[in-house]
């Protein structure tokens, strides 16, 4: 049994004053402040807040501070912004130089350096002219000509004019007058006598229909009169000896700025009712409220300030170290704390006090449950555990329960405490496993619930939702078959069990049946959820993104950010007390206004800030046409307010390309498509605030043409071109065909006719002059009874023919056959001719006899010539020379044939005398076959003849030069 101790505790002391303040957000240098020295500051009716500073006139978009200025303007301080109804903002320096802003640039509108000679003035903007308030003068500048005319001047002291009842009002001593077109006329509005040295520093406001007005040294704000002497009414001691710099009234509520805070008022019975007090002893110098319902700032030497809930609210709670770890509820009253080094304590909501509870380690607080049926605090630390009882202010401690992540009550004796070692029921303090199951005894849980309404224990597990019924039978919740890792477990009133998960929303359980998921789909800003907190049947839900408000009956969300103040989403504990929700975090303690935490929707504008194509920033406008080869486009955009960037998602889709929306993350405000393919396109973009999707769509189109390829004309052009192209060329193929086909027929009757000429050379060659000639040799030897000479006669004779036979078969042969037949030839001749015919037939070294080719039956009619027509008729010596070699570059092969004979001359002079028995026609016969052989070839062949003669021109014979191409 362990050892138990009790500690009785007298809380001696309280802790005070520890008061709330709404959640404030300092902007400075680091936060991209320009400045911190600012001297007004205004929105205009796009959104856009403009910050007269020091260092220069700034514009903020929600992101960026934009700093306007021109080469003409005189030092960097501006004062007084005011916007036009064109929607421009004016300023004006301590050098008399009035500027406006125009698309993105400051022009100088008017210099009245001369005329002011360094004095601040006030001015409105009205519809033809600028209205310029000077201590002594009063100005009127017109827009258009820029002249510069005196409406009124006096020596009196002109006081800072103002607006009352839809009337711009100007006081001037102690009288006030209205200024209507160029003219002053007197109202009946009374003021009582002050110091009128000042007058130009007065301030006048209206207050529930009334009008006020106060001095900065005066102890009194006095409420105009009308008819009768103003009425004083003494200042509050907060204000006196402060200088006051600005009144700004809102809903009945006064804000005054001053040198030392801003105090907020209600003016009831002439008496001021402080109603708050905030940036206490900072200079503020002027503040707005935007249309975002965000409270700005600013002062003198400690930048911005905003405000952007005034509901949300932080507890001035100090801490000595770590941070709140866990809080329960006693009553509507107190709350207890604990806290990641061991402090705790009961906190007073309603009179901000802290009673501690001094505990017996400094280890982390992990978890504490209130029991209203003992009035006892269950406290479980990492390493202790204690029954705390309110009423007595006692402490035992008893280590049953230690490390517990969630302590959740059963009944008046009984509660369950689910840790790391698994889920135990303390029932009369004493522990016992709610699972005899070995799996779930030592099971990590990260936490449980007791449904009142069904009686069922639910523990979440490392890996299930397990849900145990009155006889601790256990049973698993899935969904859709996978487990749920929850992280949190809360009841609504109408018996609707929800559970938090680390990645899968929110699950509604209803007679152990998942009913509804609630994702990023249908109104989660994030799916990752921890805590949660039932509101009757509205349901708290703290995400890494916002914290939300469910209403579960309408399935509506509504969103808080850090836009709205909050610090942090690392809530530590959530707890209901009448209207407000306190909650814990790294960062203090804090309360919301449950009812009235929630702005009105706005619509926010989105509008683009730039277009790049190709990476070059162009003009924006509302459509771009981009060439193919330039499909680059990125687009930027914005919508104004405080932090927009982080309060609002965007996205967008291109229709035209894909009609669903994507969703950017938080921060980026710019698309970019690398490469666009031709067409028409449609860039929407919208924004996101919480779950709630605006229908503000901005839109620009934006056009890719095609390349001239994709173009119509160029496929008409192409069709033609085809067209034509598939004409010409079966218009080219069929006249192919028929030229084919003509070189075929032309082809074989050259075949034919090379048949012929073959045929006409072989007949050459046999003529019946040579066989009668041959036989007659025979014959002679025979009856000369010379057998052997008629054998080998006769032998070389037979060769001869049957070499002639076969080359007529052919159309070429080696030049080695060709030479045999010639020599065959030649030796016959010889013979007949009885020894008188000498002939040298000589071939070159370097000549392949095997490898060269030559036409059939082609050189020996010109030898047959040579002896025939050249050596026939030759007395004494004949002689024949025939040669083949190769040229100097061994690309063709020369014959010379050549003969010491009477000459082509002498020969054609006895053949026309000579008595024609038959026609001799081996020469005429070559010639005609050699026409037929060139037709096919690339290289001619080509004979050339050359009469030969001595000094004395007498004729030494023919020479035949036969040049036949190797390579065809």
Same mark, same amino acid.
């Given at each position: ?168 009002? *100007?006081?001037?001593? !102690? +009288?006030?007058?209205?200024?209507? &077109?160029?003219?002053?006329? =007197?109202?009946? /509005? @009374?003021?009582? #006598? ?19 007005? *106060?001095?900065?040294? !005066? +102890?009194?704000?006095?409420?105009? &009169?009308?008819?009768?002497? =103003?009425?004083? /009414? @003494?200042?509050? #001691? ?731």
């Amino acid at each position: 049994m362990k050892k138990t101790i009790l500690y009785l505790l007298l809380f001696c002391c309280a802790i005070t004053s520890f008061a709330q303040q709404p959640v404030t957000i300092q902007l400075t240098e680091k936060d991209g402040l320009p400045d911190i020295e600012f001297y007004n500051i205004i929105e205009d009716s796009n959104g856009f807040i403009w910050l007269a500073a020091d260092k220069g006139f700034y514009c903020y978009d929600g992101k960026e501070y934009e700093n306007y200025t021109n080469s003409e303007k005189r030092g960097l301080s501006v004062f007084e912004p005011v916007e036009d109804k064109k929607g421009r903002v004016w300023c004006v320096n301590i050098s008399g130089q009035l500027f406006y802003t125009e698309n993105g640039k400051l022009i100088t509108f008017a210099d009245l350096g001369e005329i002011l000679k360094g004095e601040l003035i006030n001015f409105i903007v009205r519809d033809n002219d600028i209205l310029v308030f000077s201590i002594n003068n009063v100005y009127s500048i017109n827009l258009k000509s820029k002249l510069v005319s005196t409406i009124f001047a006096t020596k009196s002291l002109i006081g800072v004019p103002f607006f009352y009842n839809n009337e711009l009002l *100007l006081n001037i001593e !102690n +009288k006030i007058y209205a200024i209507i &077109g160029n003219k002053l006329v =007197s109202r009946n /509005i @009374l003021i009582t #006598s002050y110091d009128f040295s000042l007058l130009s520093k007065t301030s006048f406001f209206q207050y529930d229909k009334d009008l006020y007005f *106060l001095q900065p040294t !005066n +102890k009194y704000i006095f409420k105009v &009169g009308l008819s009768k002497s =103003s009425q004083s /009414i @003494l200042l509050p #001691s907060d204000l006196q000896n402060k200088q006051i710099n600005y009144i700004f009234v809102k809903d009945n509520i006064l804000w005054v700025c001053t040198s030392a805070g801003v105090y907020v008022y209600s003016i009831k019975n002439n008496q001021f009712i402080l109603k708050a007090k905030y940036l206490e002893n900072i200079f503020v110098t002027k503040m707005i409220f935007d249309h975002n319902e965000n409270y700005w700032f600013g002062t003198l030497k400690d930048g911005i300030f905003v405000i952007p809930n005034i509901h949300i609210n932080k507890y001035a709670f100090r801490l000595k170290l770590g941070s709140i770890s866990c809080l329960t509820k006693v009553n509507e009253e107190i709350l207890f704390y604990g806290t990641t080094n061991g402090e705790a304590g009961l906190y007073n909501i309603k009179t901000n006090t802290v009673k501690s509870i001094p505990l017996l380690s400094k280890r982390n607080i992990t978890s504490a449950l209130y029991n209203p049926l003992l009035n006892e605090i269950y406290i479980s630390q990492e390493d202790k555990s204690y029954y705390y009882n309110v009423k007595k202010h006692s402490i035992e401690n008893q280590n049953t329960f230690l490390n517990a992540k969630r302590l959740t009550l059963i009944n008046e004796n009984t509660f369950l405490s689910t840790s790391f070692n698994g889920a135990e029921i303390i029932k009369n303090r004493k522990d016992m496993p709610i699972s005899k199951r070995d799996d779930l005894i030592f099971k990590r849980t990260y936490t449980s619930h007791f449904s009142s309404h069904s009686g069922k224990i639910y523990v979440a597990y490392v890996d299930n939702l397990v849900v145990f019924d009155k006889n601790l039978n256990e049973s698993i919740i899935r969904n859709n078959g996978k487990p749920i890792f929850a992280i949190d477990i809360v009841e609504t009133a109408d018996g609707t069990v929800w559970v938090s998960t680390f990645k899968d929303g929110v699950f509604g359980i209803k007679d152990g049946e998942i009913i509804v998921n609630y994702t990023e789909a249908n109104g989660l800003v994030s799916n990752q959820t921890s805590k949660i907190k039932n509101q009757n049947n509205n349901l708290w839900i703290v995400t890494d993104k916002g914290i939300q408000l469910l209403n579960t009956a309408k399935s509506s969300f509504q969103t808080l950010t850090k836009t709205d103040g909050i610090d942090s989403y690392t809530i530590s504990g959530l707890e209901i007390f009448d209207k407000q929700l306190v909650f814990s975090s790294n960062k203090n303690l804090f309360s919301l206004d449950t009812k009235n935490v929630f702005k009105k929707t706005n619509n926010t504008n989105i509008y683009f800030t730039s277009v790049a194509i190709d990476e070059t920033e162009v003009k924006l406008g509302r459509k771009y046409v981009l060439e193919h080869q330039n499909n680059s486009i990125k687009i930027s955009f914005n919508s104004n307010g405080f932090l927009s960037s982080n309060k609002y998602t965007y996205k967008y889709r291109l229709l035209g390309l894909n009609k669903k929306w994507v969703n950017l993350e938080s921060g980026i405000n710019f698309v970019k498509y690398n490469s666009l393919p031709a067409g028409d396109y449609v860039f929407q973009v919208a924004y996101q605030n919480g779950s709630l999707f605006e229908n503000s769509i901005k839109e620009i189109a934006i056009e890719v043409q095609s390349p001239f390829w994709e173009k119509w004309w160029f496929y008409s052009i192409i069709g033609v071109c085809l067209l034509a192209f598939f004409w010409g060329y079966f218009s080219w193929r069929i006249n192919r065909l028929k030229q084919r086909q003509k070189e075929i027929l032309d082809k074989e009757l050259i075949n034919k006719k090379l048949v012929f000429s073959q045929l006409e050379a072989l007949r050459s060659q046999m003529n019946p002059h040579f066989i009668f000639n041959a036989l007659n040799s025979i014959q002679e030897y025979i009856v000369l009874n010379d057998g052997k000479l008629a054998r080998m006669y006769l032998v070389k004779f037979s060769k001869l023919i049957r070499i002639y036979l076969e080359h007529s078969q052919q159309n070429e042969i080696v030049l080695k056959e060709e030479i045999k037949a010639l020599e065959l030839y030649l030796e016959l001749e010889k013979l007949r001719f009885e020894d008188v015919l000498q002939y040298d037939l000589t071939i070159a070294a370097n000549l392949s006899q095997e490898k060269t080719k030559i036409p059939s039956l082609f050189i020996q009619p010109y030898v047959e010539n040579a002896i025939k027509h050249g050596l026939l008729h030759k007395k004494g010596e004949r002689k024949l020379l025939v040669s083949f070699r190769l040229n100097l570059e061994e690309t063709h092969l020369i014959c010379c044939v050549e003969d010491n004979g009477i000459g082509r001359n002498a020969s054609f002079i006895l053949n026309q005398n000579k008595v024609k028995y038959h026609t001799s026609f081996a020469t005429s016969a070559n010639e005609k076959r050699l026409n037929l052989i060139n037709i096919d070839r690339l290289q001619k062949i080509s004979i050339e003849t050359i009469d030969l003669s001595k000094e004395n021109n007498e004729c030494a014979g023919t020479r035949i030069i036969i040049t036949i191409p190797l390579n065809n």
